[in-house]
T-cell receptor
Framework: DAKTTQPTSMDCAEGRAANLPCNHS???????VYWYRQIHSQGPQYIIH???NNETNEMASLIITEDRKSSTLILPHATLRDTAVYYC??????????????FGTGTRLQVTL | GAVVSQHPSWVICKSGTSVKIECRSL??????MFWYRQFPKQSLMLMAT?????????EQGVEKDKFLINHASLTLSTLTVTSAHPEDSSFYIC???????????FGSGTRLTVV
């Protein structure tokens, strides 16, 4: 699976948009980009995933560059409850439910008043 | 939908005893489940892949005789930490995928403290 690189930590003011970058320069054409987050002492929570088109759901937006070598997770109006570690993960498509997820170090997002 | 329930949420045990952690998929069948371990301020590390009806696949460096995994049904996988020692104290998390190309769902984790 392709390796991902994320900043170690970021701060964001409450109410502002949080933009979390991820570099995955070795991604291959059959690999999805997934984003998860982990709030302290809880299991990871799925946020969003995409292949090459930008995606949006009720939680966030995912912007993937045209060359697919990087992506940005956008939380449009961050709240204190969005404080968590955010993980960007690359996983091959069509590998069934037996394909494991490998977590990197993630970005620790701190949302402040 | 797609909920994974993990039990217990926390456990304290004496050194040398064994502890069993359960992971259940509540509204879907999971032929494969995954067990992770997370130490403080570190990322999740995959320990093993649990396969229904067959032996688990362990990641390099994980002692299979110490971390026993049983996946006897399509909705239940268990992790037993045998002869636990203080260095086994950690946050253990299970997960399963409910769709071929969709996300994975995770249990809420079990915090194990060995004293």
């Amino acid at each position: 699976d392709a390796k991902t690189t994320q900043p170690t930590s970021m701060d964001c003011a409450e109410g502002r948009a949080a933009n979390l970058p991820c570099n995955h320069s070795t991604i291959s054409g059959n690999e999805y980009v997934y984003w998860y987050r982990q709030i302290h002492s809880q299991g990871p929570q799925y946020i969003i995933h995409g292949l090459k088109n930008n995606e949006t759901n009720e939680m966030a937006s995912l912007i993937i560059t045209e060359d697919r070598k990087s992506s940005t997770l956008i939380l449009p109006h961050a709240t204190l409850r969005d404080t968590a570690v955010y993980y960007c993960i690359v996983r091959p498509r069509n590998t069934g439910t037996a394909s494991k997820l490998t977590f990197g170090t993630g970005t620790r997002l701190q949302v402040t008043l | 939908g797609a909920v994974v329930s993990q039990h217990p949420s926390w456990v304290i045990c004496k050194s040398g005893t064994s502890v069993k952690i359960e992971c259940r998929s509540l509204d879907f069948q999971a032929t494969t489940m995954f067990w992770y371990r997370q130490f403080p301020k570190q990322s999740l590390m995959l320990m093993a892949t649990s396969n229904e009806g067959s032996k688990a696949t362990y990641e390099q460096g994980v002692e299979k005789d110490k971390f026993l995994i049983n996946h006897a049904s399509l909705t239940l996988s268990t992790l037993t930490v045998t002869s636990a020692h203080p260095e086994d104290s950690s946050f253990y998390i299970c997960s399963a995928s409910y769709s071929t190309n969709y996300g994975y769902t995770f249990g809420s984790g079990t915090r194990l403290t060995v004293v």
